[in-house]
């Protein structure tokens, strides 16, 4: 199987910049789309292939990408930002087209 | 906008055949180069992608579901549905229906930009 590894948590204190990383080998050959997913609600996307904002997604948001590990951002978090955050892909050989990381819980202080 | 709705039986016994139904609307299902994709996520716990299909019919699956499962498209009804058999109570779970992005190039990549509110699922006798 194909992995993508998340750390199951983040906190950062409001207004500082939050920071959470997918690793996973194939990802310098894949793009990869990150989830905001708040309780009891469905997963928004928030970042699609790697660092492209979808439309109505704050500025504050934002990834990059650098060898097998990509990062998605929030700068200036608010206490709104507090969610769980998913990242996607798929491995290179195509066995595996879609697969999540096991999610990041971000916690605002 | 397009908008998805999950629709089906809420709880289904041991060893049956899970069966969900996901109604676009707002938007034709044929088209654009969308594919449409069921994810799900048990309680507590992280999402799992089960699989998508074209408009047009084409089909994949995740490898760890492909032995189970079915997706299929209704154009004329704006629907796409799935069918997973022999459930246990390992497929209890929040069934999501989503819309997804799909491009083949170089790089090749899918997402999903809009997603149903889910429907729960418990597999119970």
């Known amino acids: 199987s194909y992995e993508l590894t998340q750390p199951p948590s983040v906190s950062v204190s409001p207004g500082q910049t939050a920071r959470i990383t997918c690793s996973g080998d194939?990802?310098?050959?894949?793009?990869t789309h990150w989830y905001q997913q708040k309780p009891g609600q469905a997963p928004v996307l928030v970042i699609y292939?790697?660092?492209e904002r979808p439309s109505g997604i704050p500025q504050r948001f934002s990834g990059s990408s650098s060898g097998t590990t990509v990062t998605f951002a929030i700068s200036g978090v608010q206490a709104e930002d507090e969610a769980d955050y998913y990242c996607?892909?798929?491995?290179?050989?195509?066995?595996?087209?879609?697969?999540f990381g096991g999610g990041t819980k971000l916690t605002v202080l | 906008q397009v908008q998805l709705q999950e629709s089906g039986p809420g709880l289904v016994k041991p060893s049956q055949t899970l069966s969900l139904t996901c109604t676009v609307s707002?938007?034709?299902?044929?088209?654009?180069?969308?594919?449409w994709s069921w994810i799900r996520q048990p309680a507590g716990r992280g999402l799992e992608w089960i699989g998508r299909?074209?408009?047009?019919?084409?089909?994949i699956y995740n490898p760890s579901l492909e032995s189970r499962v079915t997706i299929s498209v209704d154009s004329s009804k704006n629907q796409f549905s799935l069918k997973l058999n022999s459930v246990t109570a390992a497929d209890t779970a929040l069934y999501f229906c989503?819309?997804?992005?799909?491009?083949?190039?170089?790089?090749?990549?899918?997402?999903?930009?809009?997603w149903g509110k889910g429907t729960t699922v418990t597999v119970s006798s």
């Open positions: 989503a819309r997804g992005v799909f491009w083949t190039g170089y790089y090749s990549y899918y997402y999903m930009d809009v």
């Open positions: 707002g938007g034709s299902i044929s088209s654009g180069n969308y594919y």
């Open positions: 299909i074209s408009a047009s019919g084409t089909t």
């Open positions: 194939a990802l310098p050959r894949q793009y």
């Open positions: 292939k790697d660092s």
């Open positions: 996607q892909s798929a491995d290179s050989s195509g066995t595996y087209p879609v697969v």
